[in-house]
């Protein structure tokens, strides 16, 4: 009975210097750094929000709708967060957690960049285009 013949470890993807290992390792922790600092800038914003506006009767039989622009809205998140008022600070945190993931696709296109892996690029350049489509308010 003859024995299984060896077969060769699977290869690593390489480009020049990195691997596909420590890209994933990377991005790993920008996801990983991405959230806590998004729940750290929110519940920092939590406690300021609690401090200053702790004791208002809240309402919650009427509600107004309020939809903005998103250069509106960042403008206004700026604007809160240098005045130190909580609501903005907690807008920051959530805007941080929204963009975490962002992140993660761009360090993954530069990944697929750097292997040449034009399919993937391809994708990724599709789902960054439809985020960034509906980040500027659509298509409509």
Not at 12 to 20: E, L
Not at 66 to 82: E, G, K, V
């Amino acid at each position: 009975m003859a024995l299984p013949e060896k077969s060769d470890p699977p290869m690593k993807r390489t480009t020049g210097s990195i691997q596909d290992k420590d890209l994933q390792s990377v991005i790993g922790y920008i996801l990983r750094w991405g959230v806590w600092i998004a729940m750290g800038v929110s519940l920092l914003g939590g406690i300021i929000y609690l401090y200053h506006h702790g004791q208002e009767q809240i309402h919650y039989g009427t509600f107004v709708e309020q939809d903005h622009s998103i250069m509106d809205m960042l403008r206004s998140t700026f604007n809160s967060i240098t005045g130190w008022h909580g609501r903005g600070i907690i807008m920051l945190g959530i805007m941080l957690l929204f963009a975490t993931p962002l992140v993660r696709l761009l360090f993954s296109l530069i990944g697929f960049i750097l292997e040449k892996d034009r399919l993937y690029i391809i994708i990724t350049l599709i789902v960054l285009a439809i985020i960034f489509t509906s980040i500027r308010g659509g298509l409509g």
